[in-house]
């Protein structure tokens, strides 16, 4: 097991090939960001609301704010740090932007890119690898499950596998890899007759959450008692985030809690849940090293008093990677 073997950076050619669908979700993007905003660049009457802090209801009147990104203030909370937008689009400008909007079709579009794939079944191999340091095989729900990449990895290792996706075509291609898998929200649309889980993975959920806390504590619902919860979310105290911060594709619409190991390790701990494991994987340095070396070394600086060893192991021994994930036992 090794967080190489699926690290974009590594693999010039995965790189090369994501190119276009990267570029055509960006384009993608833009366009469904400037359908809901105004020209001074702040969203249009009633397509969003504000909130105060997601984690301890600080008040965003008392937040720090860092930056905005597409409408989005990005706060940091005076009460406990976490950073987060203030701004949240309302349910229907939301389900319009996930059911159907031109960002939507491009991310499906990426998703089903052979180079993805591969880097996606590279994750999965490990990330299966990881859940069995903690359990023999048993009942496994991906809540938000995709093309079902992790079920059917799961499902070679003998886990009996379901999974949730609110994404039609997405669901489509995981009933013809013969998945159990249904169509709809969570925890609304699960099925009554489904077994309470032995894990449940939450993989690029918790992000987009209006209220993380809440929607947490009804995933635990349909978790067993000493369950496994296998988190992973885009790591606001990332490298490549604090060169880039509001450039960064990570402020985008749907994306409204940004979370690094700490802030994430806190609030399943406050839930309940006990750390068995976490770290950042991902290190996007082929990105990183395109910038010059004095912008990337005053980022360093803002997030490590450690010498910049600038190589994948080297953010990951810092926790700087794109991406946290861990794993997490009901108590
Ligand atoms: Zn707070």
Redesign the pocket.
């Known amino acids: 097991m090794n967080r190489a073997d699926f690290d974009a950076a590594s693999y010039p050619w995965v790189r090369q090939a994501l190119q276009q669908a990267n570029q055509a979700l960006r384009q993608a993007e833009q366009a469904d960001f400037s359908g809901l905003l105004a020209a001074d660049g702040e969203f249009l009457p009633g397509v969003a609301y504000t909130r105060d802090?997601p984690?301890?209801d600080?008040p965003a009147a008392n937040a720090r704010q860092l930056f905005r990104a597409h409408g989005m203030h990005i706060m940091a909370?005076a009460?406990?740090g976490?950073v987060y937008s203030r701004d949240v689009l309302l349910p229907g400008a939301e389900q319009a932007r996930y059911r159907q909007s031109q960002s939507s079709q491009a991310n499906q579009a990426l998703k089903v890119n052979e180079a993805y794939r591969f880097l996606e079944q590279k994750k999965a191999e490990y990330v299966v690898g990881r859940l069995a340091q903690f359990s023999p095989p048993a009942t496994l729900l991906d809540v938000g499950c995709s093309n079902g990449t992790l079920l059917e990895q799961a499902r070679r290792q003998a886990w009996q596998t379901y999974g949730i996706e609110l994404g039609e075509t997405a669901v489509q291609s995981c009933l013809e890899k013969g998945l159990q898998v249904v169509h709809g929200s969570f925890p609304q649309d699960l099925p009554a007759h489904w077994p309470a889980m032995d894990a449940v993975a939450l993989f690029d959920v918790l992000e987009h959450l209006p209220s993380p806390r809440q929607s947490l504590q009804q995933m635990t619902a349909c978790l067993k008692q000493d369950g496994l919860l296998l988190v992973q979310v885009p790591n606001q105290r990332s490298l490549l985030l604090a060169i880039e911060q509001q450039k960064n594709n990570n402020y985008c619409h749907g994306h409204w809690s940004y979370f690094t190991p700490r802030t994430l390790q806190g609030l399943l701990e406050e839930e309940g849940f006990a750390c068995l494991h976490l770290e950042t994987y991902i290190s996007e340095l082929d990105r990183i090293l395109a910038y010059d070396d004095d912008i990337v070394r005053n980022a360093w600086a803002t997030l490590s008093n450690e010498t910049p060893q600038l190589t994948a192991e080297g953010l990951w021994a810092q926790d700087m990677g794109y991406k946290v994930f861990g794993i997490f036992r009901r108590r």
Do not use: I, S, T, V
């Open positions: 802090c984690l301890c600080h909370c009460g406990c976490f």
